[in-house]
């Protein structure tokens, strides 16, 4: 869909969605690290560790999205 379904919106209904995709982005980038570093911690648990990275790796995929939208937004 895309945030040109609110290009009828106004300034302020726009801004507030900016707002929270950046901070989507912003939990999205938070989640991310500390799966890695979780991740990197873990030495006798291999499937455990895959897991997280996995994890990690949706996130990353998630982070893309809600920049691509935001960029989409200001376009």
């Known amino acids: 869909m895309g945030l040109n379904a609110f290009n009828g919106k106004n300034k302020e209904e726009k801004g507030k969605l900016e707002e929270?995709?950046?901070?989507?982005?912003?939990?999205?980038?938070?989640?991310?690290?500390?799966?890695?570093i979780t991740a990197e911690r873990i030495h006798d648990d291999d499937e455990l560790k895959?897991?997280?990275?996995?994890?990690?790796?949706?996130?990353?995929?998630?982070?893309?999205?809600?920049?691509?939208?935001?960029?989409?937004?200001?376009?």
Not at 52 to 68: H, M, P, S, V, Y
């Open 20 to 36: 929270v995709l950046k901070t989507s982005i912003g939990i999205e980038e938070d989640l991310m690290r500390t799966y890695l």
């Open 50 to 75: 895959e897991r997280l990275e996995n994890f990690a790796e949706g996130n990353a995929k998630r982070t893309k999205q809600l920049i691509d939208e935001l960029n989409e937004e200001k376009s």
